[in-house]
Structure formats: structure tokens, C-alpha cells
């Protein structure tokens, strides 16, 4: 699992018009090419009067999946430009799609280029574009007589106390970066001399949006 990368957070739409020519940008966050496929079809299903539904997407961590269509407009000027953007950005598990509505007016090669490229790049970021972080959720058992100094070191180091659990013992369930998850587990059998039961429960992907920590 890659330690962070660059996606979308949710399905966005926009439009924009050029020489009156409608163009709508759908992004969505997928995982796999059967769910881009899937979307794809709904999406034709949904314009099937449009000229074109043009399309990208990168998926994997490696971007080992990608593909792209112009659905019919010149060769390179309408699912290049989409996948350039994605590429450049370095935007993963992405699929853009962009509906064009004729509008009586040839753009030309540039304007075609420039009006999809434009289409892909406000999708995304109005969904908006994030970083997924992979964290380490980790349960800190303890007994209560340690439970104001491990949470004292939990909150001031700058993880995450994800939940409190109270049975027999006090159980912290925390998130801390993965790449954070050892030397996490030192600090807190450090700070209990042995005596905490730590360990990981999963790894799982945050991003911050809008000053909140959100779960993948």
C-alpha cells in the first residue's frame, strides 16, 4: 500500500460552454476498471443524445491501469487531453468523463483540446482533489491508573484517539501515519514501562478535508 497519493474525494459535475458547445465533466473515485467501466455505461446511458462522451482514467498504485477515448472526435484531442491532466497532476484512481452537447460550432483541434482538457480539470477539483494518507489504527490497552499518562502522550504527539473503550482495562483506539506505527508502539510501551498491550488492529487511508480527519 503506498504510504500517500493523490486522488479525488467524491463524484463532481460541472459544465462549462464553448461557441456553444456543452461540455459536462463528471469525476468519480474509482478502484478497478470494471467500476470505471460500469460508471462509463450509466453515463451513456444517462447522454445518449450527447455527440460524445468522452473519457480517462488512471487506477492502481503504480497507474498500471489507464485508458482513454475520444468517442469519436479527432484522434488526441478529446481523451489525451483528460488522461494528460490526470498524468500531470498525478491524480490515481480517477475516472474523468466529459459530455459534449454539439453546438453548431467547430472548435478546432486546439479549442477541442483545450475545452476537454479544461472539462477534466474543474471536475476534479470540484470534488475536490485530496491526499490519502495510510494510517495505522492501533488499540493501547492499559490499566487505569495509566490512562491520564497515555492519553496525555496519544493527544500531545499529535495522534489521533480515535475511541476510548472502558471494560477491565482503558483501551485507546489511535490513529497515527503508518510510517509513524513503530515508533508510536516504542513511546507507548516507553510510557507505560512495559505494561501497555499494543497493538495493530489495521491500516487504512485518512485525508483532511475541510480541517477534518475523514476515514477511507
Not at 47 to 53: D, E, Q, R, S, Y
Not at 82 to 100: A, P, S
Request: hydrophobic share 40%.
Amino acid at each position: 500500500m503506498l504510504e500517500r497519493f493523490t486522488t479525488i474525494y467524491k463524484h463532481a459535475e460541472i459544465e462549462i460552454i464553448e461557441k456553444k458547445s456543452r461540455f459536462i465533466g463528471q469525476a468519480f473515485p474509482v478502484e478497478s476498471e470494471e467500476e470505471a467501466l460500469a460508471i462509463l455505461a450509466n453515463v451513456h446511458k444517462t447522454h445518449a443524445k450527447a455527440v460524445h462522451n468522452c473519457f480517462a482514467w488512471q487506477i492502481g498504485e503504480a497507474n498500471q491501469f489507464a485508458r482513454q477515448s475520444d468517442d469519436g472526435e479527432p484522434s488526441g484531442t478529446a481523451g489525451m487531453p483528460i488522461l494528460d491532466y490526470l498524468r500531470k497532476e498525478g491524480i490515481k484512481n480517477t475516472l474523468v468523463i466529459v459530455t459534449r452537447y454539439f453546438g453548431g460550432t467547430l472548435l478546432g483541434t486546439g479549442g477541442l483540446v483545450r475545452a476537454y482538457g479544461r472539462a477534466a480539470k474543474e471536475a476534479a477539483e470540484a470534488s475536490p482533489i485530496i491526499e490519502k494518507v495510510l494510517y495505522a489504527k492501533m488499540s493501547i490497552k492499559c490499566p487505569y491508573n495509566l490512562q491520564g499518562k497515555l492519553q496525555y502522550e496519544i493527544l500531545h504527539n499529535g495522534h489521533v484517539l480515535h475511541d476510548t473503550l472502558f471494560t477491565d482495562n482503558v483501551e485507546f483506539v489511535v490513529l497515527t501515519e503508518s510510517v509513524n506505527e513503530n515508533s508510536f508502539a516504542k513511546a507507548m510501551a516507553e510510557a507505560s514501562s512495559g505494561i501497555a498491550d499494543i497493538r495493530l488492529i489495521n491500516k487504512l487511508y485518512c485525508a483532511q478535508i475541510e480541517g477534518e480527519l475523514i476515514i477511507f
